[in-house]
């Protein structure tokens, strides 16, 4: 499982100086939250975890920041199947983790396996490519769905006489 990487909101600000953007407002407020975070957040996501922190920072300063961290190569965007995309930092050093979301309830979780990163550089190879950067999104159902939600019937074969 992934922890959370301060180091990165120290690098997302030292990037946005040197390009020229100045401190304080909304995109710091999204930086440090995510900077603070395991996974990747929607939008609506951070603007509730700011408010439940007592910051009011309006949805549309949200995506602006947004635009401007994933302009930089600072966030990653993830279309993870849910109604809007997940955002997340970009680490530096390139280390990186996936994600498992349920169909269901869409709670998204993130993952790292060696073993995959491995079987990814072993098919870049075979396909004759350097293999420079990946996703790998799995879709399932959680356990808690899972208990919730009846298993479907099998299908009847219509038979002719």
């Not at 499982?1 to 407020?29: F, K, Y």
């Not at 949805?59 to 109604?83: P, Q, T």
């Not at 498992?100 to 870049?124: H, K, P, Q, S």
Request: proline letters at 4%.
């Amino acid at each position: 499982m992934s922890i959370p990487d301060p180091s990165w909101g120290t690098h997302a600000h030292t990037v946005l100086e040197e390009a020229g953007h100045r401190r304080g407002g909304a995109r710091d407020e999204v930086i440090d939250l995510l900077a603070s975070q395991a996974c990747a957040l929607s939008a609506q996501d951070i603007e509730t975890a700011l408010r439940a922190q007592g910051r009011a920072v309006g949805r549309a300063s949200i995506y602006r920041a947004l635009d401007v961290l994933v302009e930089y190569g600072l966030i990653k965007r993830l279309e993870v199947g849910r109604a809007e995309a997940c955002y997340e930092p970009a680490n530096p050093g390139g280390h990186h983790h996936h994600h498992v979301v349920c169909e269901v309830c869409g709670e998204l979780a993130a993952f790292d396996d060696r073993e995959l990163e491995a079987a990814i550089a072993r098919l870049g190879a075979r396909l004759g490519m350097h293999i420079d950067d990946h996703d790998v999104l799995l879709r399932g159902t959680c356990r808690e769905c899972a208990g919730r939600v009846p298993t479907a019937t099998p299908p009847q074969h219509l038979h002719q006489h």
